[in-house]
């Protein structure tokens, strides 16, 4: 059986694979997708509740099937609501650029990190693919 801890070393080797490509910040948003097209949000929704990928060791939402969930961080449910989909695309990428004392991680961003492994130094947690696909989730979550 193939750990947890084996699968995320090798969805970040994989995401690590790709070269980034580049983003325009216009105010608090990332406007263009990362992809130049719309991600798959059923994707995005299992990357979210999939704990691997981090998202729910902080937040919480409307995921029933986990039973363990974060509240350190702000209840994902209305995220579409709240944010449009460049800012969402923002928080994911970089949310040390809105906020240099945040502890969520930056998704996208490899260069000005110091407390990184050597393992992935120089590799982003997620894809450019991944990002859309959690944007495009994430913006259905609307009140």
């Not at 363990?68 to 961080?73: C, E, I, K, N, P």
């Not at 995220?79 to 460049?86: D, K």
Request: glycine share 10%; hydrophobic share 40%; net charge neutral.
């Amino acid at each position: 059986m193939v750990s947890l801890a084996t699968i995320a070393f090798a969805a970040c080797a994989l995401a690590g694979a790709e070269e980034l490509r580049p983003t325009t910040v216009v105010g608090d948003a990332i406007p263009q997708p990362l992809t130049g097209t719309k991600g798959d949000a059923t994707h995005g929704r299992a990357l979210v509740v999939e704990r691997s990928s981090t998202c729910i060791l902080c937040h919480s939402g409307p995921f029933p099937e986990q039973a363990f969930q974060g509240d350190l961080a702000p209840n994902l449910t209305g995220s579409g609501s709240r944010w449009s989909e460049g800012q969402l695309r923002l928080r994911l990428v970089d949310a040390a650029h809105l906020n240099a004392t945040t502890i969520m991680p930056s998704y996208y961003r490899v260069d000005g990190l110091t407390r990184v492994g050597n393992p992935w130094r120089g590799k982003p947690i997620l894809s450019a693919e991944q990002i859309e696909d959690i944007v495009a989730y994430l913006v259905t979550l609307r009140n």
